[in-house]
């Protein structure tokens, strides 16, 4: 069960809302910093104010608060019950993760040099045209972030295909963990705010960033 983080028993997770927070953007922020710690972790730390002084940066009560502020944005979680990364290879694992991430059930992971890691629902020719046109549009929204991200204060880095009601028949969501760039390509609707997500941010956390806070 779920509970506030207020006393030392309990393990400190992170929600499938809190994992795309971490990774939509690569500039440092108190909050993100935090969660990119604990999904470093293999296993779900156990809360104390020593912990939340450590990730956050901010001592006493001033941490407790932070934590409990993250808690209530829905970014954390406290649990009785330890929880562990995923194991296996992230080859092995990526199927059933990438799987529920789609309403139509087609998605696929892409890496910065424009070759997929896994799909599911596209052909390997589909899958292999994806992931490079993903790059492109990283590349573009890096051009042209002056634009977006400062003159229209658009902070979202997704990219879309849209129908005219501008429902997305496919997209494009970049990824950033440690140096690394994915992008998550989905048709249909995404379906981020699941467990298979989450699993999905702390296995590939956990092999690519080396971030040091």
Do not use: C
């Amino acid at each position: 069960m779920t509970e506030y983080v207020s006393q030392d028993n309990l393990y400190l997770g992170v929600t499938p809302t809190g994992s795309y927070y971490a990774v939509q953007d690569r500039d440092s922020e108190p909050a993100r910093n935090f969660i990119q710690q604990l999904l470093q972790t293999p296993e779900t730390p156990l809360f104390n104010q020593d912990l939340s002084a450590l990730y956050s940066g901010l001592e006493g009560e001033d941490g407790l608060k932070f934590v409990h502020w993250m808690q209530k944005a829905g970014l954390i979680y406290g649990t009785e019950i330890q929880e562990a990364a995923p194991q296996d290879r992230l080859e092995d694992i990526l199927p059933s993760l990438l799987k529920p991430l789609a309403d139509t059930k087609k998605i696929a992971l892409a890496e910065s040099q424009g070759f997929y890691l896994g799909a599911i629902g596209f052909t390997h020719e589909a899958s292999e045209e994806l992931a490079a046109m993903s790059t492109e549009l990283i590349n573009n929204y890096d051009r042209h972030k002056a634009l977006l991200s400062g003159n229209l204060h658009l902070k979202q880095r997704g990219w879309g295909l849209i129908d005219s009601l501008g429902n997305s028949e496919i997209g494009f969501w970049p990824i950033f963990i440690g140096n690394e760039v994915f992008t998550l390509i989905a048709e249909g609707m995404p379906q981020f705010n699941q467990e298979a997500f989450r699993q999905l941010i702390w296995a590939l956390s956990i092999r690519y960033d080396n971030t040091i806070f």
